[in-house]
Protein backbone atom coordinates (compact mmCIF):
# COMPACT_ATOMS: atom_id res chain seq x y z
CA UNK A 1 0.00 0.00 0.00
CA UNK A 2 1.23 3.15 -1.03
CA UNK A 3 1.69 6.01 1.71
CA UNK A 4 0.36 9.68 0.43
CA UNK A 5 3.47 11.79 0.01
CA UNK A 6 2.13 15.14 1.76
CA UNK A 7 4.39 16.84 -0.11
CA UNK A 8 1.98 16.68 -3.61
CA UNK A 9 0.39 18.76 -1.94
CA UNK A 10 0.28 22.39 -3.41
CA UNK A 11 2.16 24.67 -0.46
CA UNK A 12 0.30 28.16 -2.41
CA UNK A 13 -3.10 27.00 -1.50
CA UNK A 14 -2.65 24.83 1.62
CA UNK A 15 -3.55 27.70 3.91
CA UNK A 16 -7.14 28.08 5.30
CA UNK A 17 -7.63 31.71 3.99
CA UNK A 18 -5.73 31.25 0.51
CA UNK A 19 -7.62 27.75 0.18
CA UNK A 20 -11.16 29.76 0.79
CA UNK A 21 -10.02 32.59 -1.75
CA UNK A 22 -9.44 29.62 -4.42
CA UNK A 23 -12.79 27.98 -3.59
CA UNK A 24 -14.78 31.14 -3.86
CA UNK A 25 -13.10 32.31 -6.95
CA UNK A 26 -14.05 29.00 -8.87
CA UNK A 27 -17.41 29.38 -8.30
CA UNK A 28 -17.93 33.11 -9.80
CA UNK A 29 -15.98 34.78 -12.91
CA UNK A 30 -14.60 37.40 -10.86
CA UNK A 31 -14.70 38.97 -7.59
CA UNK A 32 -14.65 42.32 -5.54
CA UNK A 33 -12.09 42.48 -2.75
CA UNK A 34 -15.20 43.23 -0.63
CA UNK A 35 -16.90 40.33 -1.39
CA UNK A 36 -14.05 37.65 -0.95
CA UNK A 37 -13.49 39.59 2.67
CA UNK A 38 -17.24 39.58 3.52
CA UNK A 39 -17.75 36.19 2.30
CA UNK A 40 -14.16 34.38 3.87
CA UNK A 41 -14.32 36.55 6.91
CA UNK A 42 -10.61 38.14 6.36
CA UNK A 43 -9.38 41.13 7.59
CA UNK A 44 -8.12 43.51 5.01
CA UNK A 45 -4.54 43.11 5.31
CA UNK A 46 -4.84 39.42 5.75
CA UNK A 47 -6.45 39.06 2.68
CA UNK A 48 -4.26 41.36 0.85
CA UNK A 49 -0.93 39.13 2.05
CA UNK A 50 -3.42 36.31 0.87
CA UNK A 51 -4.03 37.71 -2.38
CA UNK A 52 -0.75 38.48 -3.38
CA UNK A 53 0.78 35.34 -3.14
CA UNK A 54 -1.71 33.75 -4.95
CA UNK A 55 -1.22 36.37 -7.69
CA UNK A 56 2.36 35.74 -7.35
CA UNK A 57 2.43 32.64 -8.31
CA UNK A 58 -0.25 32.98 -11.03
CA UNK A 59 -3.51 31.49 -10.00
CA UNK A 60 -5.45 34.59 -9.98
CA UNK A 61 -5.22 37.97 -11.87
CA UNK A 62 -6.43 41.38 -10.77
CA UNK A 63 -8.06 43.83 -12.54
CA UNK A 64 -7.89 47.43 -11.01
CA UNK A 65 -10.16 50.05 -11.72
CA UNK A 66 -11.95 53.43 -10.42
CA UNK A 67 -16.23 53.92 -10.04
CA UNK A 68 -16.89 56.62 -8.84
CA UNK A 69 -13.66 57.93 -7.90
CA UNK A 70 -13.12 54.91 -5.40
CA UNK A 71 -10.64 52.51 -6.62
CA UNK A 72 -12.07 48.68 -7.16
CA UNK A 73 -10.05 45.48 -7.33
CA UNK A 74 -11.22 42.61 -8.77
CA UNK A 75 -9.89 39.01 -9.03
CA UNK A 76 -10.41 36.12 -11.13
CA UNK A 77 -8.77 32.62 -11.26
CA UNK A 78 -6.66 31.82 -14.31
CA UNK A 79 -6.19 28.24 -15.77
CA UNK A 80 -2.89 28.15 -14.39
CA UNK A 81 -4.87 28.95 -10.96
CA UNK A 82 -8.00 26.40 -12.08
CA UNK A 83 -5.43 23.32 -12.97
CA UNK A 84 -3.67 23.97 -9.85
CA UNK A 85 -6.69 23.72 -7.38
CA UNK A 86 -8.27 21.04 -9.04
CA UNK A 87 -4.49 18.99 -8.83
CA UNK A 88 -4.81 20.10 -5.04
CA UNK A 89 -8.52 18.31 -4.62
CA UNK A 90 -7.48 15.30 -6.42
CA UNK A 91 -4.46 14.56 -3.78
CA UNK A 92 -6.55 15.69 -0.63
CA UNK A 93 -9.27 12.97 -2.35
CA UNK A 94 -6.85 10.26 -2.37
CA UNK A 95 -5.74 11.28 0.87
CA UNK A 96 -9.51 10.79 2.29
CA UNK A 97 -9.29 7.56 0.30
CA UNK A 98 -6.21 5.64 2.11
Known amino acids: MN ?3 YQQLDEIIHSRIRL ?3 AVLISVDEAEFTFLRDKINATDGN ?3 HLKKLDEAGYIAVNKSFESR ?6 LITQKGR ?3 EMYVEHLE ?5
Open 3 to 5: EFD
Open 20 to 22: AIM
Open 47 to 49: LST
Open 70 to 75: KPVSRY
Open 83 to 85: KAF
Open 94 to 98: KLIKK
